[in-house]
C-alpha cells in the first residue's frame, strides 16, 4: 500500500504524514476511544460525502462526544482532496478520526487521512471473497437492551472486528460475517450483508438485515437500495439466518472502500454463481455518486 499520502487537522492545517500526529496519551490510541469514517475517493472526489458526515455525527452522539462541527469537516475535506489530488489521480480511502482527545486535556482530536487503497481491494472486487459466519455472541435486541455497547456507532475500538478478520484468515477465508446468538445475520467486521433472493414473483429483490439489530447502517447499502430502487428492484430489512446466505441469488459484503465485494464461498462451501455480479457492481457504482 505504498504511495502518495495526505494528513490534514480538522484547522485546516495540513501535516507531514510521515511524522508522528497523536500525542502518547491521546484516548484514540490507548482506548480506542472515539469514531471514525472511511470514504472512498473516486476521480479526485470523496463519495458520499453528507451520508458519513450524518453517520460521523450520530456515532459521535452515541459516544457522548461533542457535537462535529460539520463545516470544519467539509473544509478540511476539501483540503486533504486537494493534497491528494495534486499528487495522484488514483482512488484513495479518505479516513476521518475524532477522538476524546487526550487524558491530560479531554478536548477532542480531529483528522483526516488519505491513503492509497490496499491490495486486497482491486483482488475483491474482481475476484470476490470466501467467507465464515462467527457468532458475534449479541442477540438481535441486543442495541435495545445494552445501549452502552454503542453498537450502532463506527466506533475507533476495532479490536474484536480485527480478531475476527484473523481468525477467518486461519480458516482459509478472506471476510466474516457475523451471527447473533439468536441465529440471525448481522453483518460483516467492515461491511454490510447484502443478499438478492427472489421476489416472489419471478423477479430479484435485495435484502439486508434490519437496522436495528446491533449493526453499522451501511452508507453505501443504503445509496445501493436507492439506485436499485429506481432500476425497479425492491429492496428492504429482513430477518435471515445462515441457510439463506445458501438459497440466495447472489451474496455480498458492501462496504465504502471494497464496495461489492461477492461472496463466492461461504464456510469452505461453494455458493453457486451468480448472474447478477455484473449488475450489482454497476449499481453500487452508481450508487457511490448518486450525490454529486
Known sequence: MSGPSALVTLDGEVHDPSRPLLFADDLAAVRGDGVFETLLVRDGHACLVESHLYRLVQSAKTMDLPE?????????????????????????ALRLVYSRG?????????YLTVNPLPERVAITRREGIAAVVLSRGLSTNAADAMPWLVAG??????????AALRHGTAQGAGDVIFVSSDGYLLEGPRSTVVIAADDGSGGTCFLTPPPWYPILRGTTQQALFQVARDKGYDC???????????????????SSITLAARVHTL?????????????????????IVCDR
Do not use: C
Not at 76 to 84: D, N
Open 68 to 92: 462535529p462541527d460539520l463545516p470544519a469537516w467539509h473544509h478540511a475535506i476539501g483540503i486533504a482532496l486537494g493534497q491528494w489530488n495534486s499528487a495522484t489521480a488514483g482512488e484513495g
Open 102 to 110: 487526550r487524558e491530560s486535556n479531554p478536548a477532542p482530536t480531529a
Open 153 to 162: 456507532a463506527k466506533t475507533l475500538s476495532y479490536a474484536v472486528n480485527m
Open 236 to 254: 428492504d430489512f429482513r430477518a435471515l439466518r445462515p441457510s439463506d446466505l445458501l438459497t440466495a441469488q447472489g451474496v455480498w459484503l458492501v
Open 267 to 287: 464456510d469452505g462451501q461453494p455458493l453457486p454463481p451468480t448472474r447478477l455480479a455484473a449488475e450489482v457492481a454497476a449499481l453500487v457504482d452508481a450508487a
